[in-house]
C-alpha cells in the first residue's frame, strides 16, 4: 500500500463547477500536510499548507482529518487555469522528507 | 521572494561525458533537495543537504554525485548515465529551524535532462 493514496483521475468538469480530491496517508506520525500544483513540464508549486482546523485561501479550501488520516482539497468557481496535476504531500516532523501522493490531474473545460 | 534557480534549463549528454547540474537559492535556506520525475510521475527523492552536510542520500547510484559548496549552492555532478536516467531533474530548498515551517519545500524549474 502507498504512503500517500490519490485518485489519478483524470477529473475533467467544466468551468465554474466545484471539484474536490481526496488523499488518504497511512503514516500516523505524519505532521505536515501540503497540497501542491504541477503545471505540464514546470515544477511542483505550494498551492496550501492543511492545518488541522482547516483552511481557506481564496476558491481553495482544504481539509485534514486526522483520525481517518484524510485530507481534502475543495476548488471552487473552477477556472481554466486550475488545470494541473493536484499533488498531496506529507511529511513526518524533522524528517526531511516529502512524500509524494501519484498526483491527480484535473483538465478545466471552456 | 521564494526563488530558487537552475541551470542549465535543458541538458542533452552522451553516456561517457560528465556534466554538472547547479542550483542556488538566496532565501537563508539551510536544507535543499535533489529530485528526480519522470514522466506522470510524481518527483523522487535523492539526497538531501542540511547545513551543507549530506543528510540523506536515498540509494542513489554513484553516477550521480551531489555537493553542497555553500549555503546557497548545490551542484549534481552527472558521470556515465544511462537513457533510463533521462528526467527532469529539480532542486528544491526549505527554511532553517522549527517544526512546521521547515518542511515546507520550495522547487526550483528543473533541468530537464536527455541521456543518449
Known amino acids: 500500500r502507498k504512503e500517500v493514496e490519490q485518485d489519478p483521475g483524470p477529473f475533467n468538469v467544466p468551468e465554474g463547477a466545484t471539484v474536490a480530491f481526496n488523499c488518504t496517508y497511512s503514516?500516523?506520525?505524519?505532521?505536515?500536510f501540503f497540497w501542491y500544483r504541477q503545471d505540464c513540464r514546470k515544477e511542483p508549486k505550494l498551492l496550501m499548507s492543511v492545518y488541522s482546523s482547516g483552511n481557506e485561501d481564496g476558491r481553495f479550501t482544504a481539509q485534514l482529518n486526522r483520525a481517518s488520516q484524510y485530507i481534502s482539497l475543495l476548488i471552487r468557481d473552477s477556472k481554466l487555469s486550475d488545470s494541473a496535476t493536484y499533488l498531496c504531500v506529507v511529511s513526518r516532523q524533522g524528517a526531511q522528507k516529502l512524500v509524494f501522493g501519484q498526483g491527480t490531474r484535473l483538465t478545466i473545460n471552456p | 521572494d521564494t526563488e530558487v534557480t537552475q541551470t542549465p534549463k535543458h541538458l542533452v549528454m552522451g553516456m561517457t561525458n560528465k556534466k554538472s547540474l547547479k542550483c542556488e537559492q538566496h532565501m537563508g535556506h539551510r536544507a535543499m533537495y535533489w529530485y528526480k520525475q519522470k514522466a506522470k510521475k510524481p518527483p523522487e527523492l535523492m539526497f538531501v543537504y542540511s547545513y551543507e552536510k549530506l543528510s540523506i542520500n536515498e540509494s542513489v547510484p554513484s553516477r550521480f554525485s551531489p555537493e553542497c559548496p555553500n549555503s546557497s549552492l548545490l551542484n549534481l555532478h552527472l558521470h556515465a548515465l544511462q537513457p533510463e536516467d533521462s528526467a527532469l531533474y529539480l532542486c528544491?530548498?526549505?527554511?532553517?529551524?522549527?517544526?512546521?515551517?521547515?518542511?515546507?519545500?520550495?522547487f526550483g524549474p528543473g533541468t530537464r535532462l536527455l541521456v543518449l
Open positions: 503514516n500516523s506520525a505524519s505532521q505536515s
Open positions: 528544491a530548498s526549505s527554511p532553517p529551524g522549527g517544526t512546521f515551517y521547515q518542511e515546507t519545500q520550495y
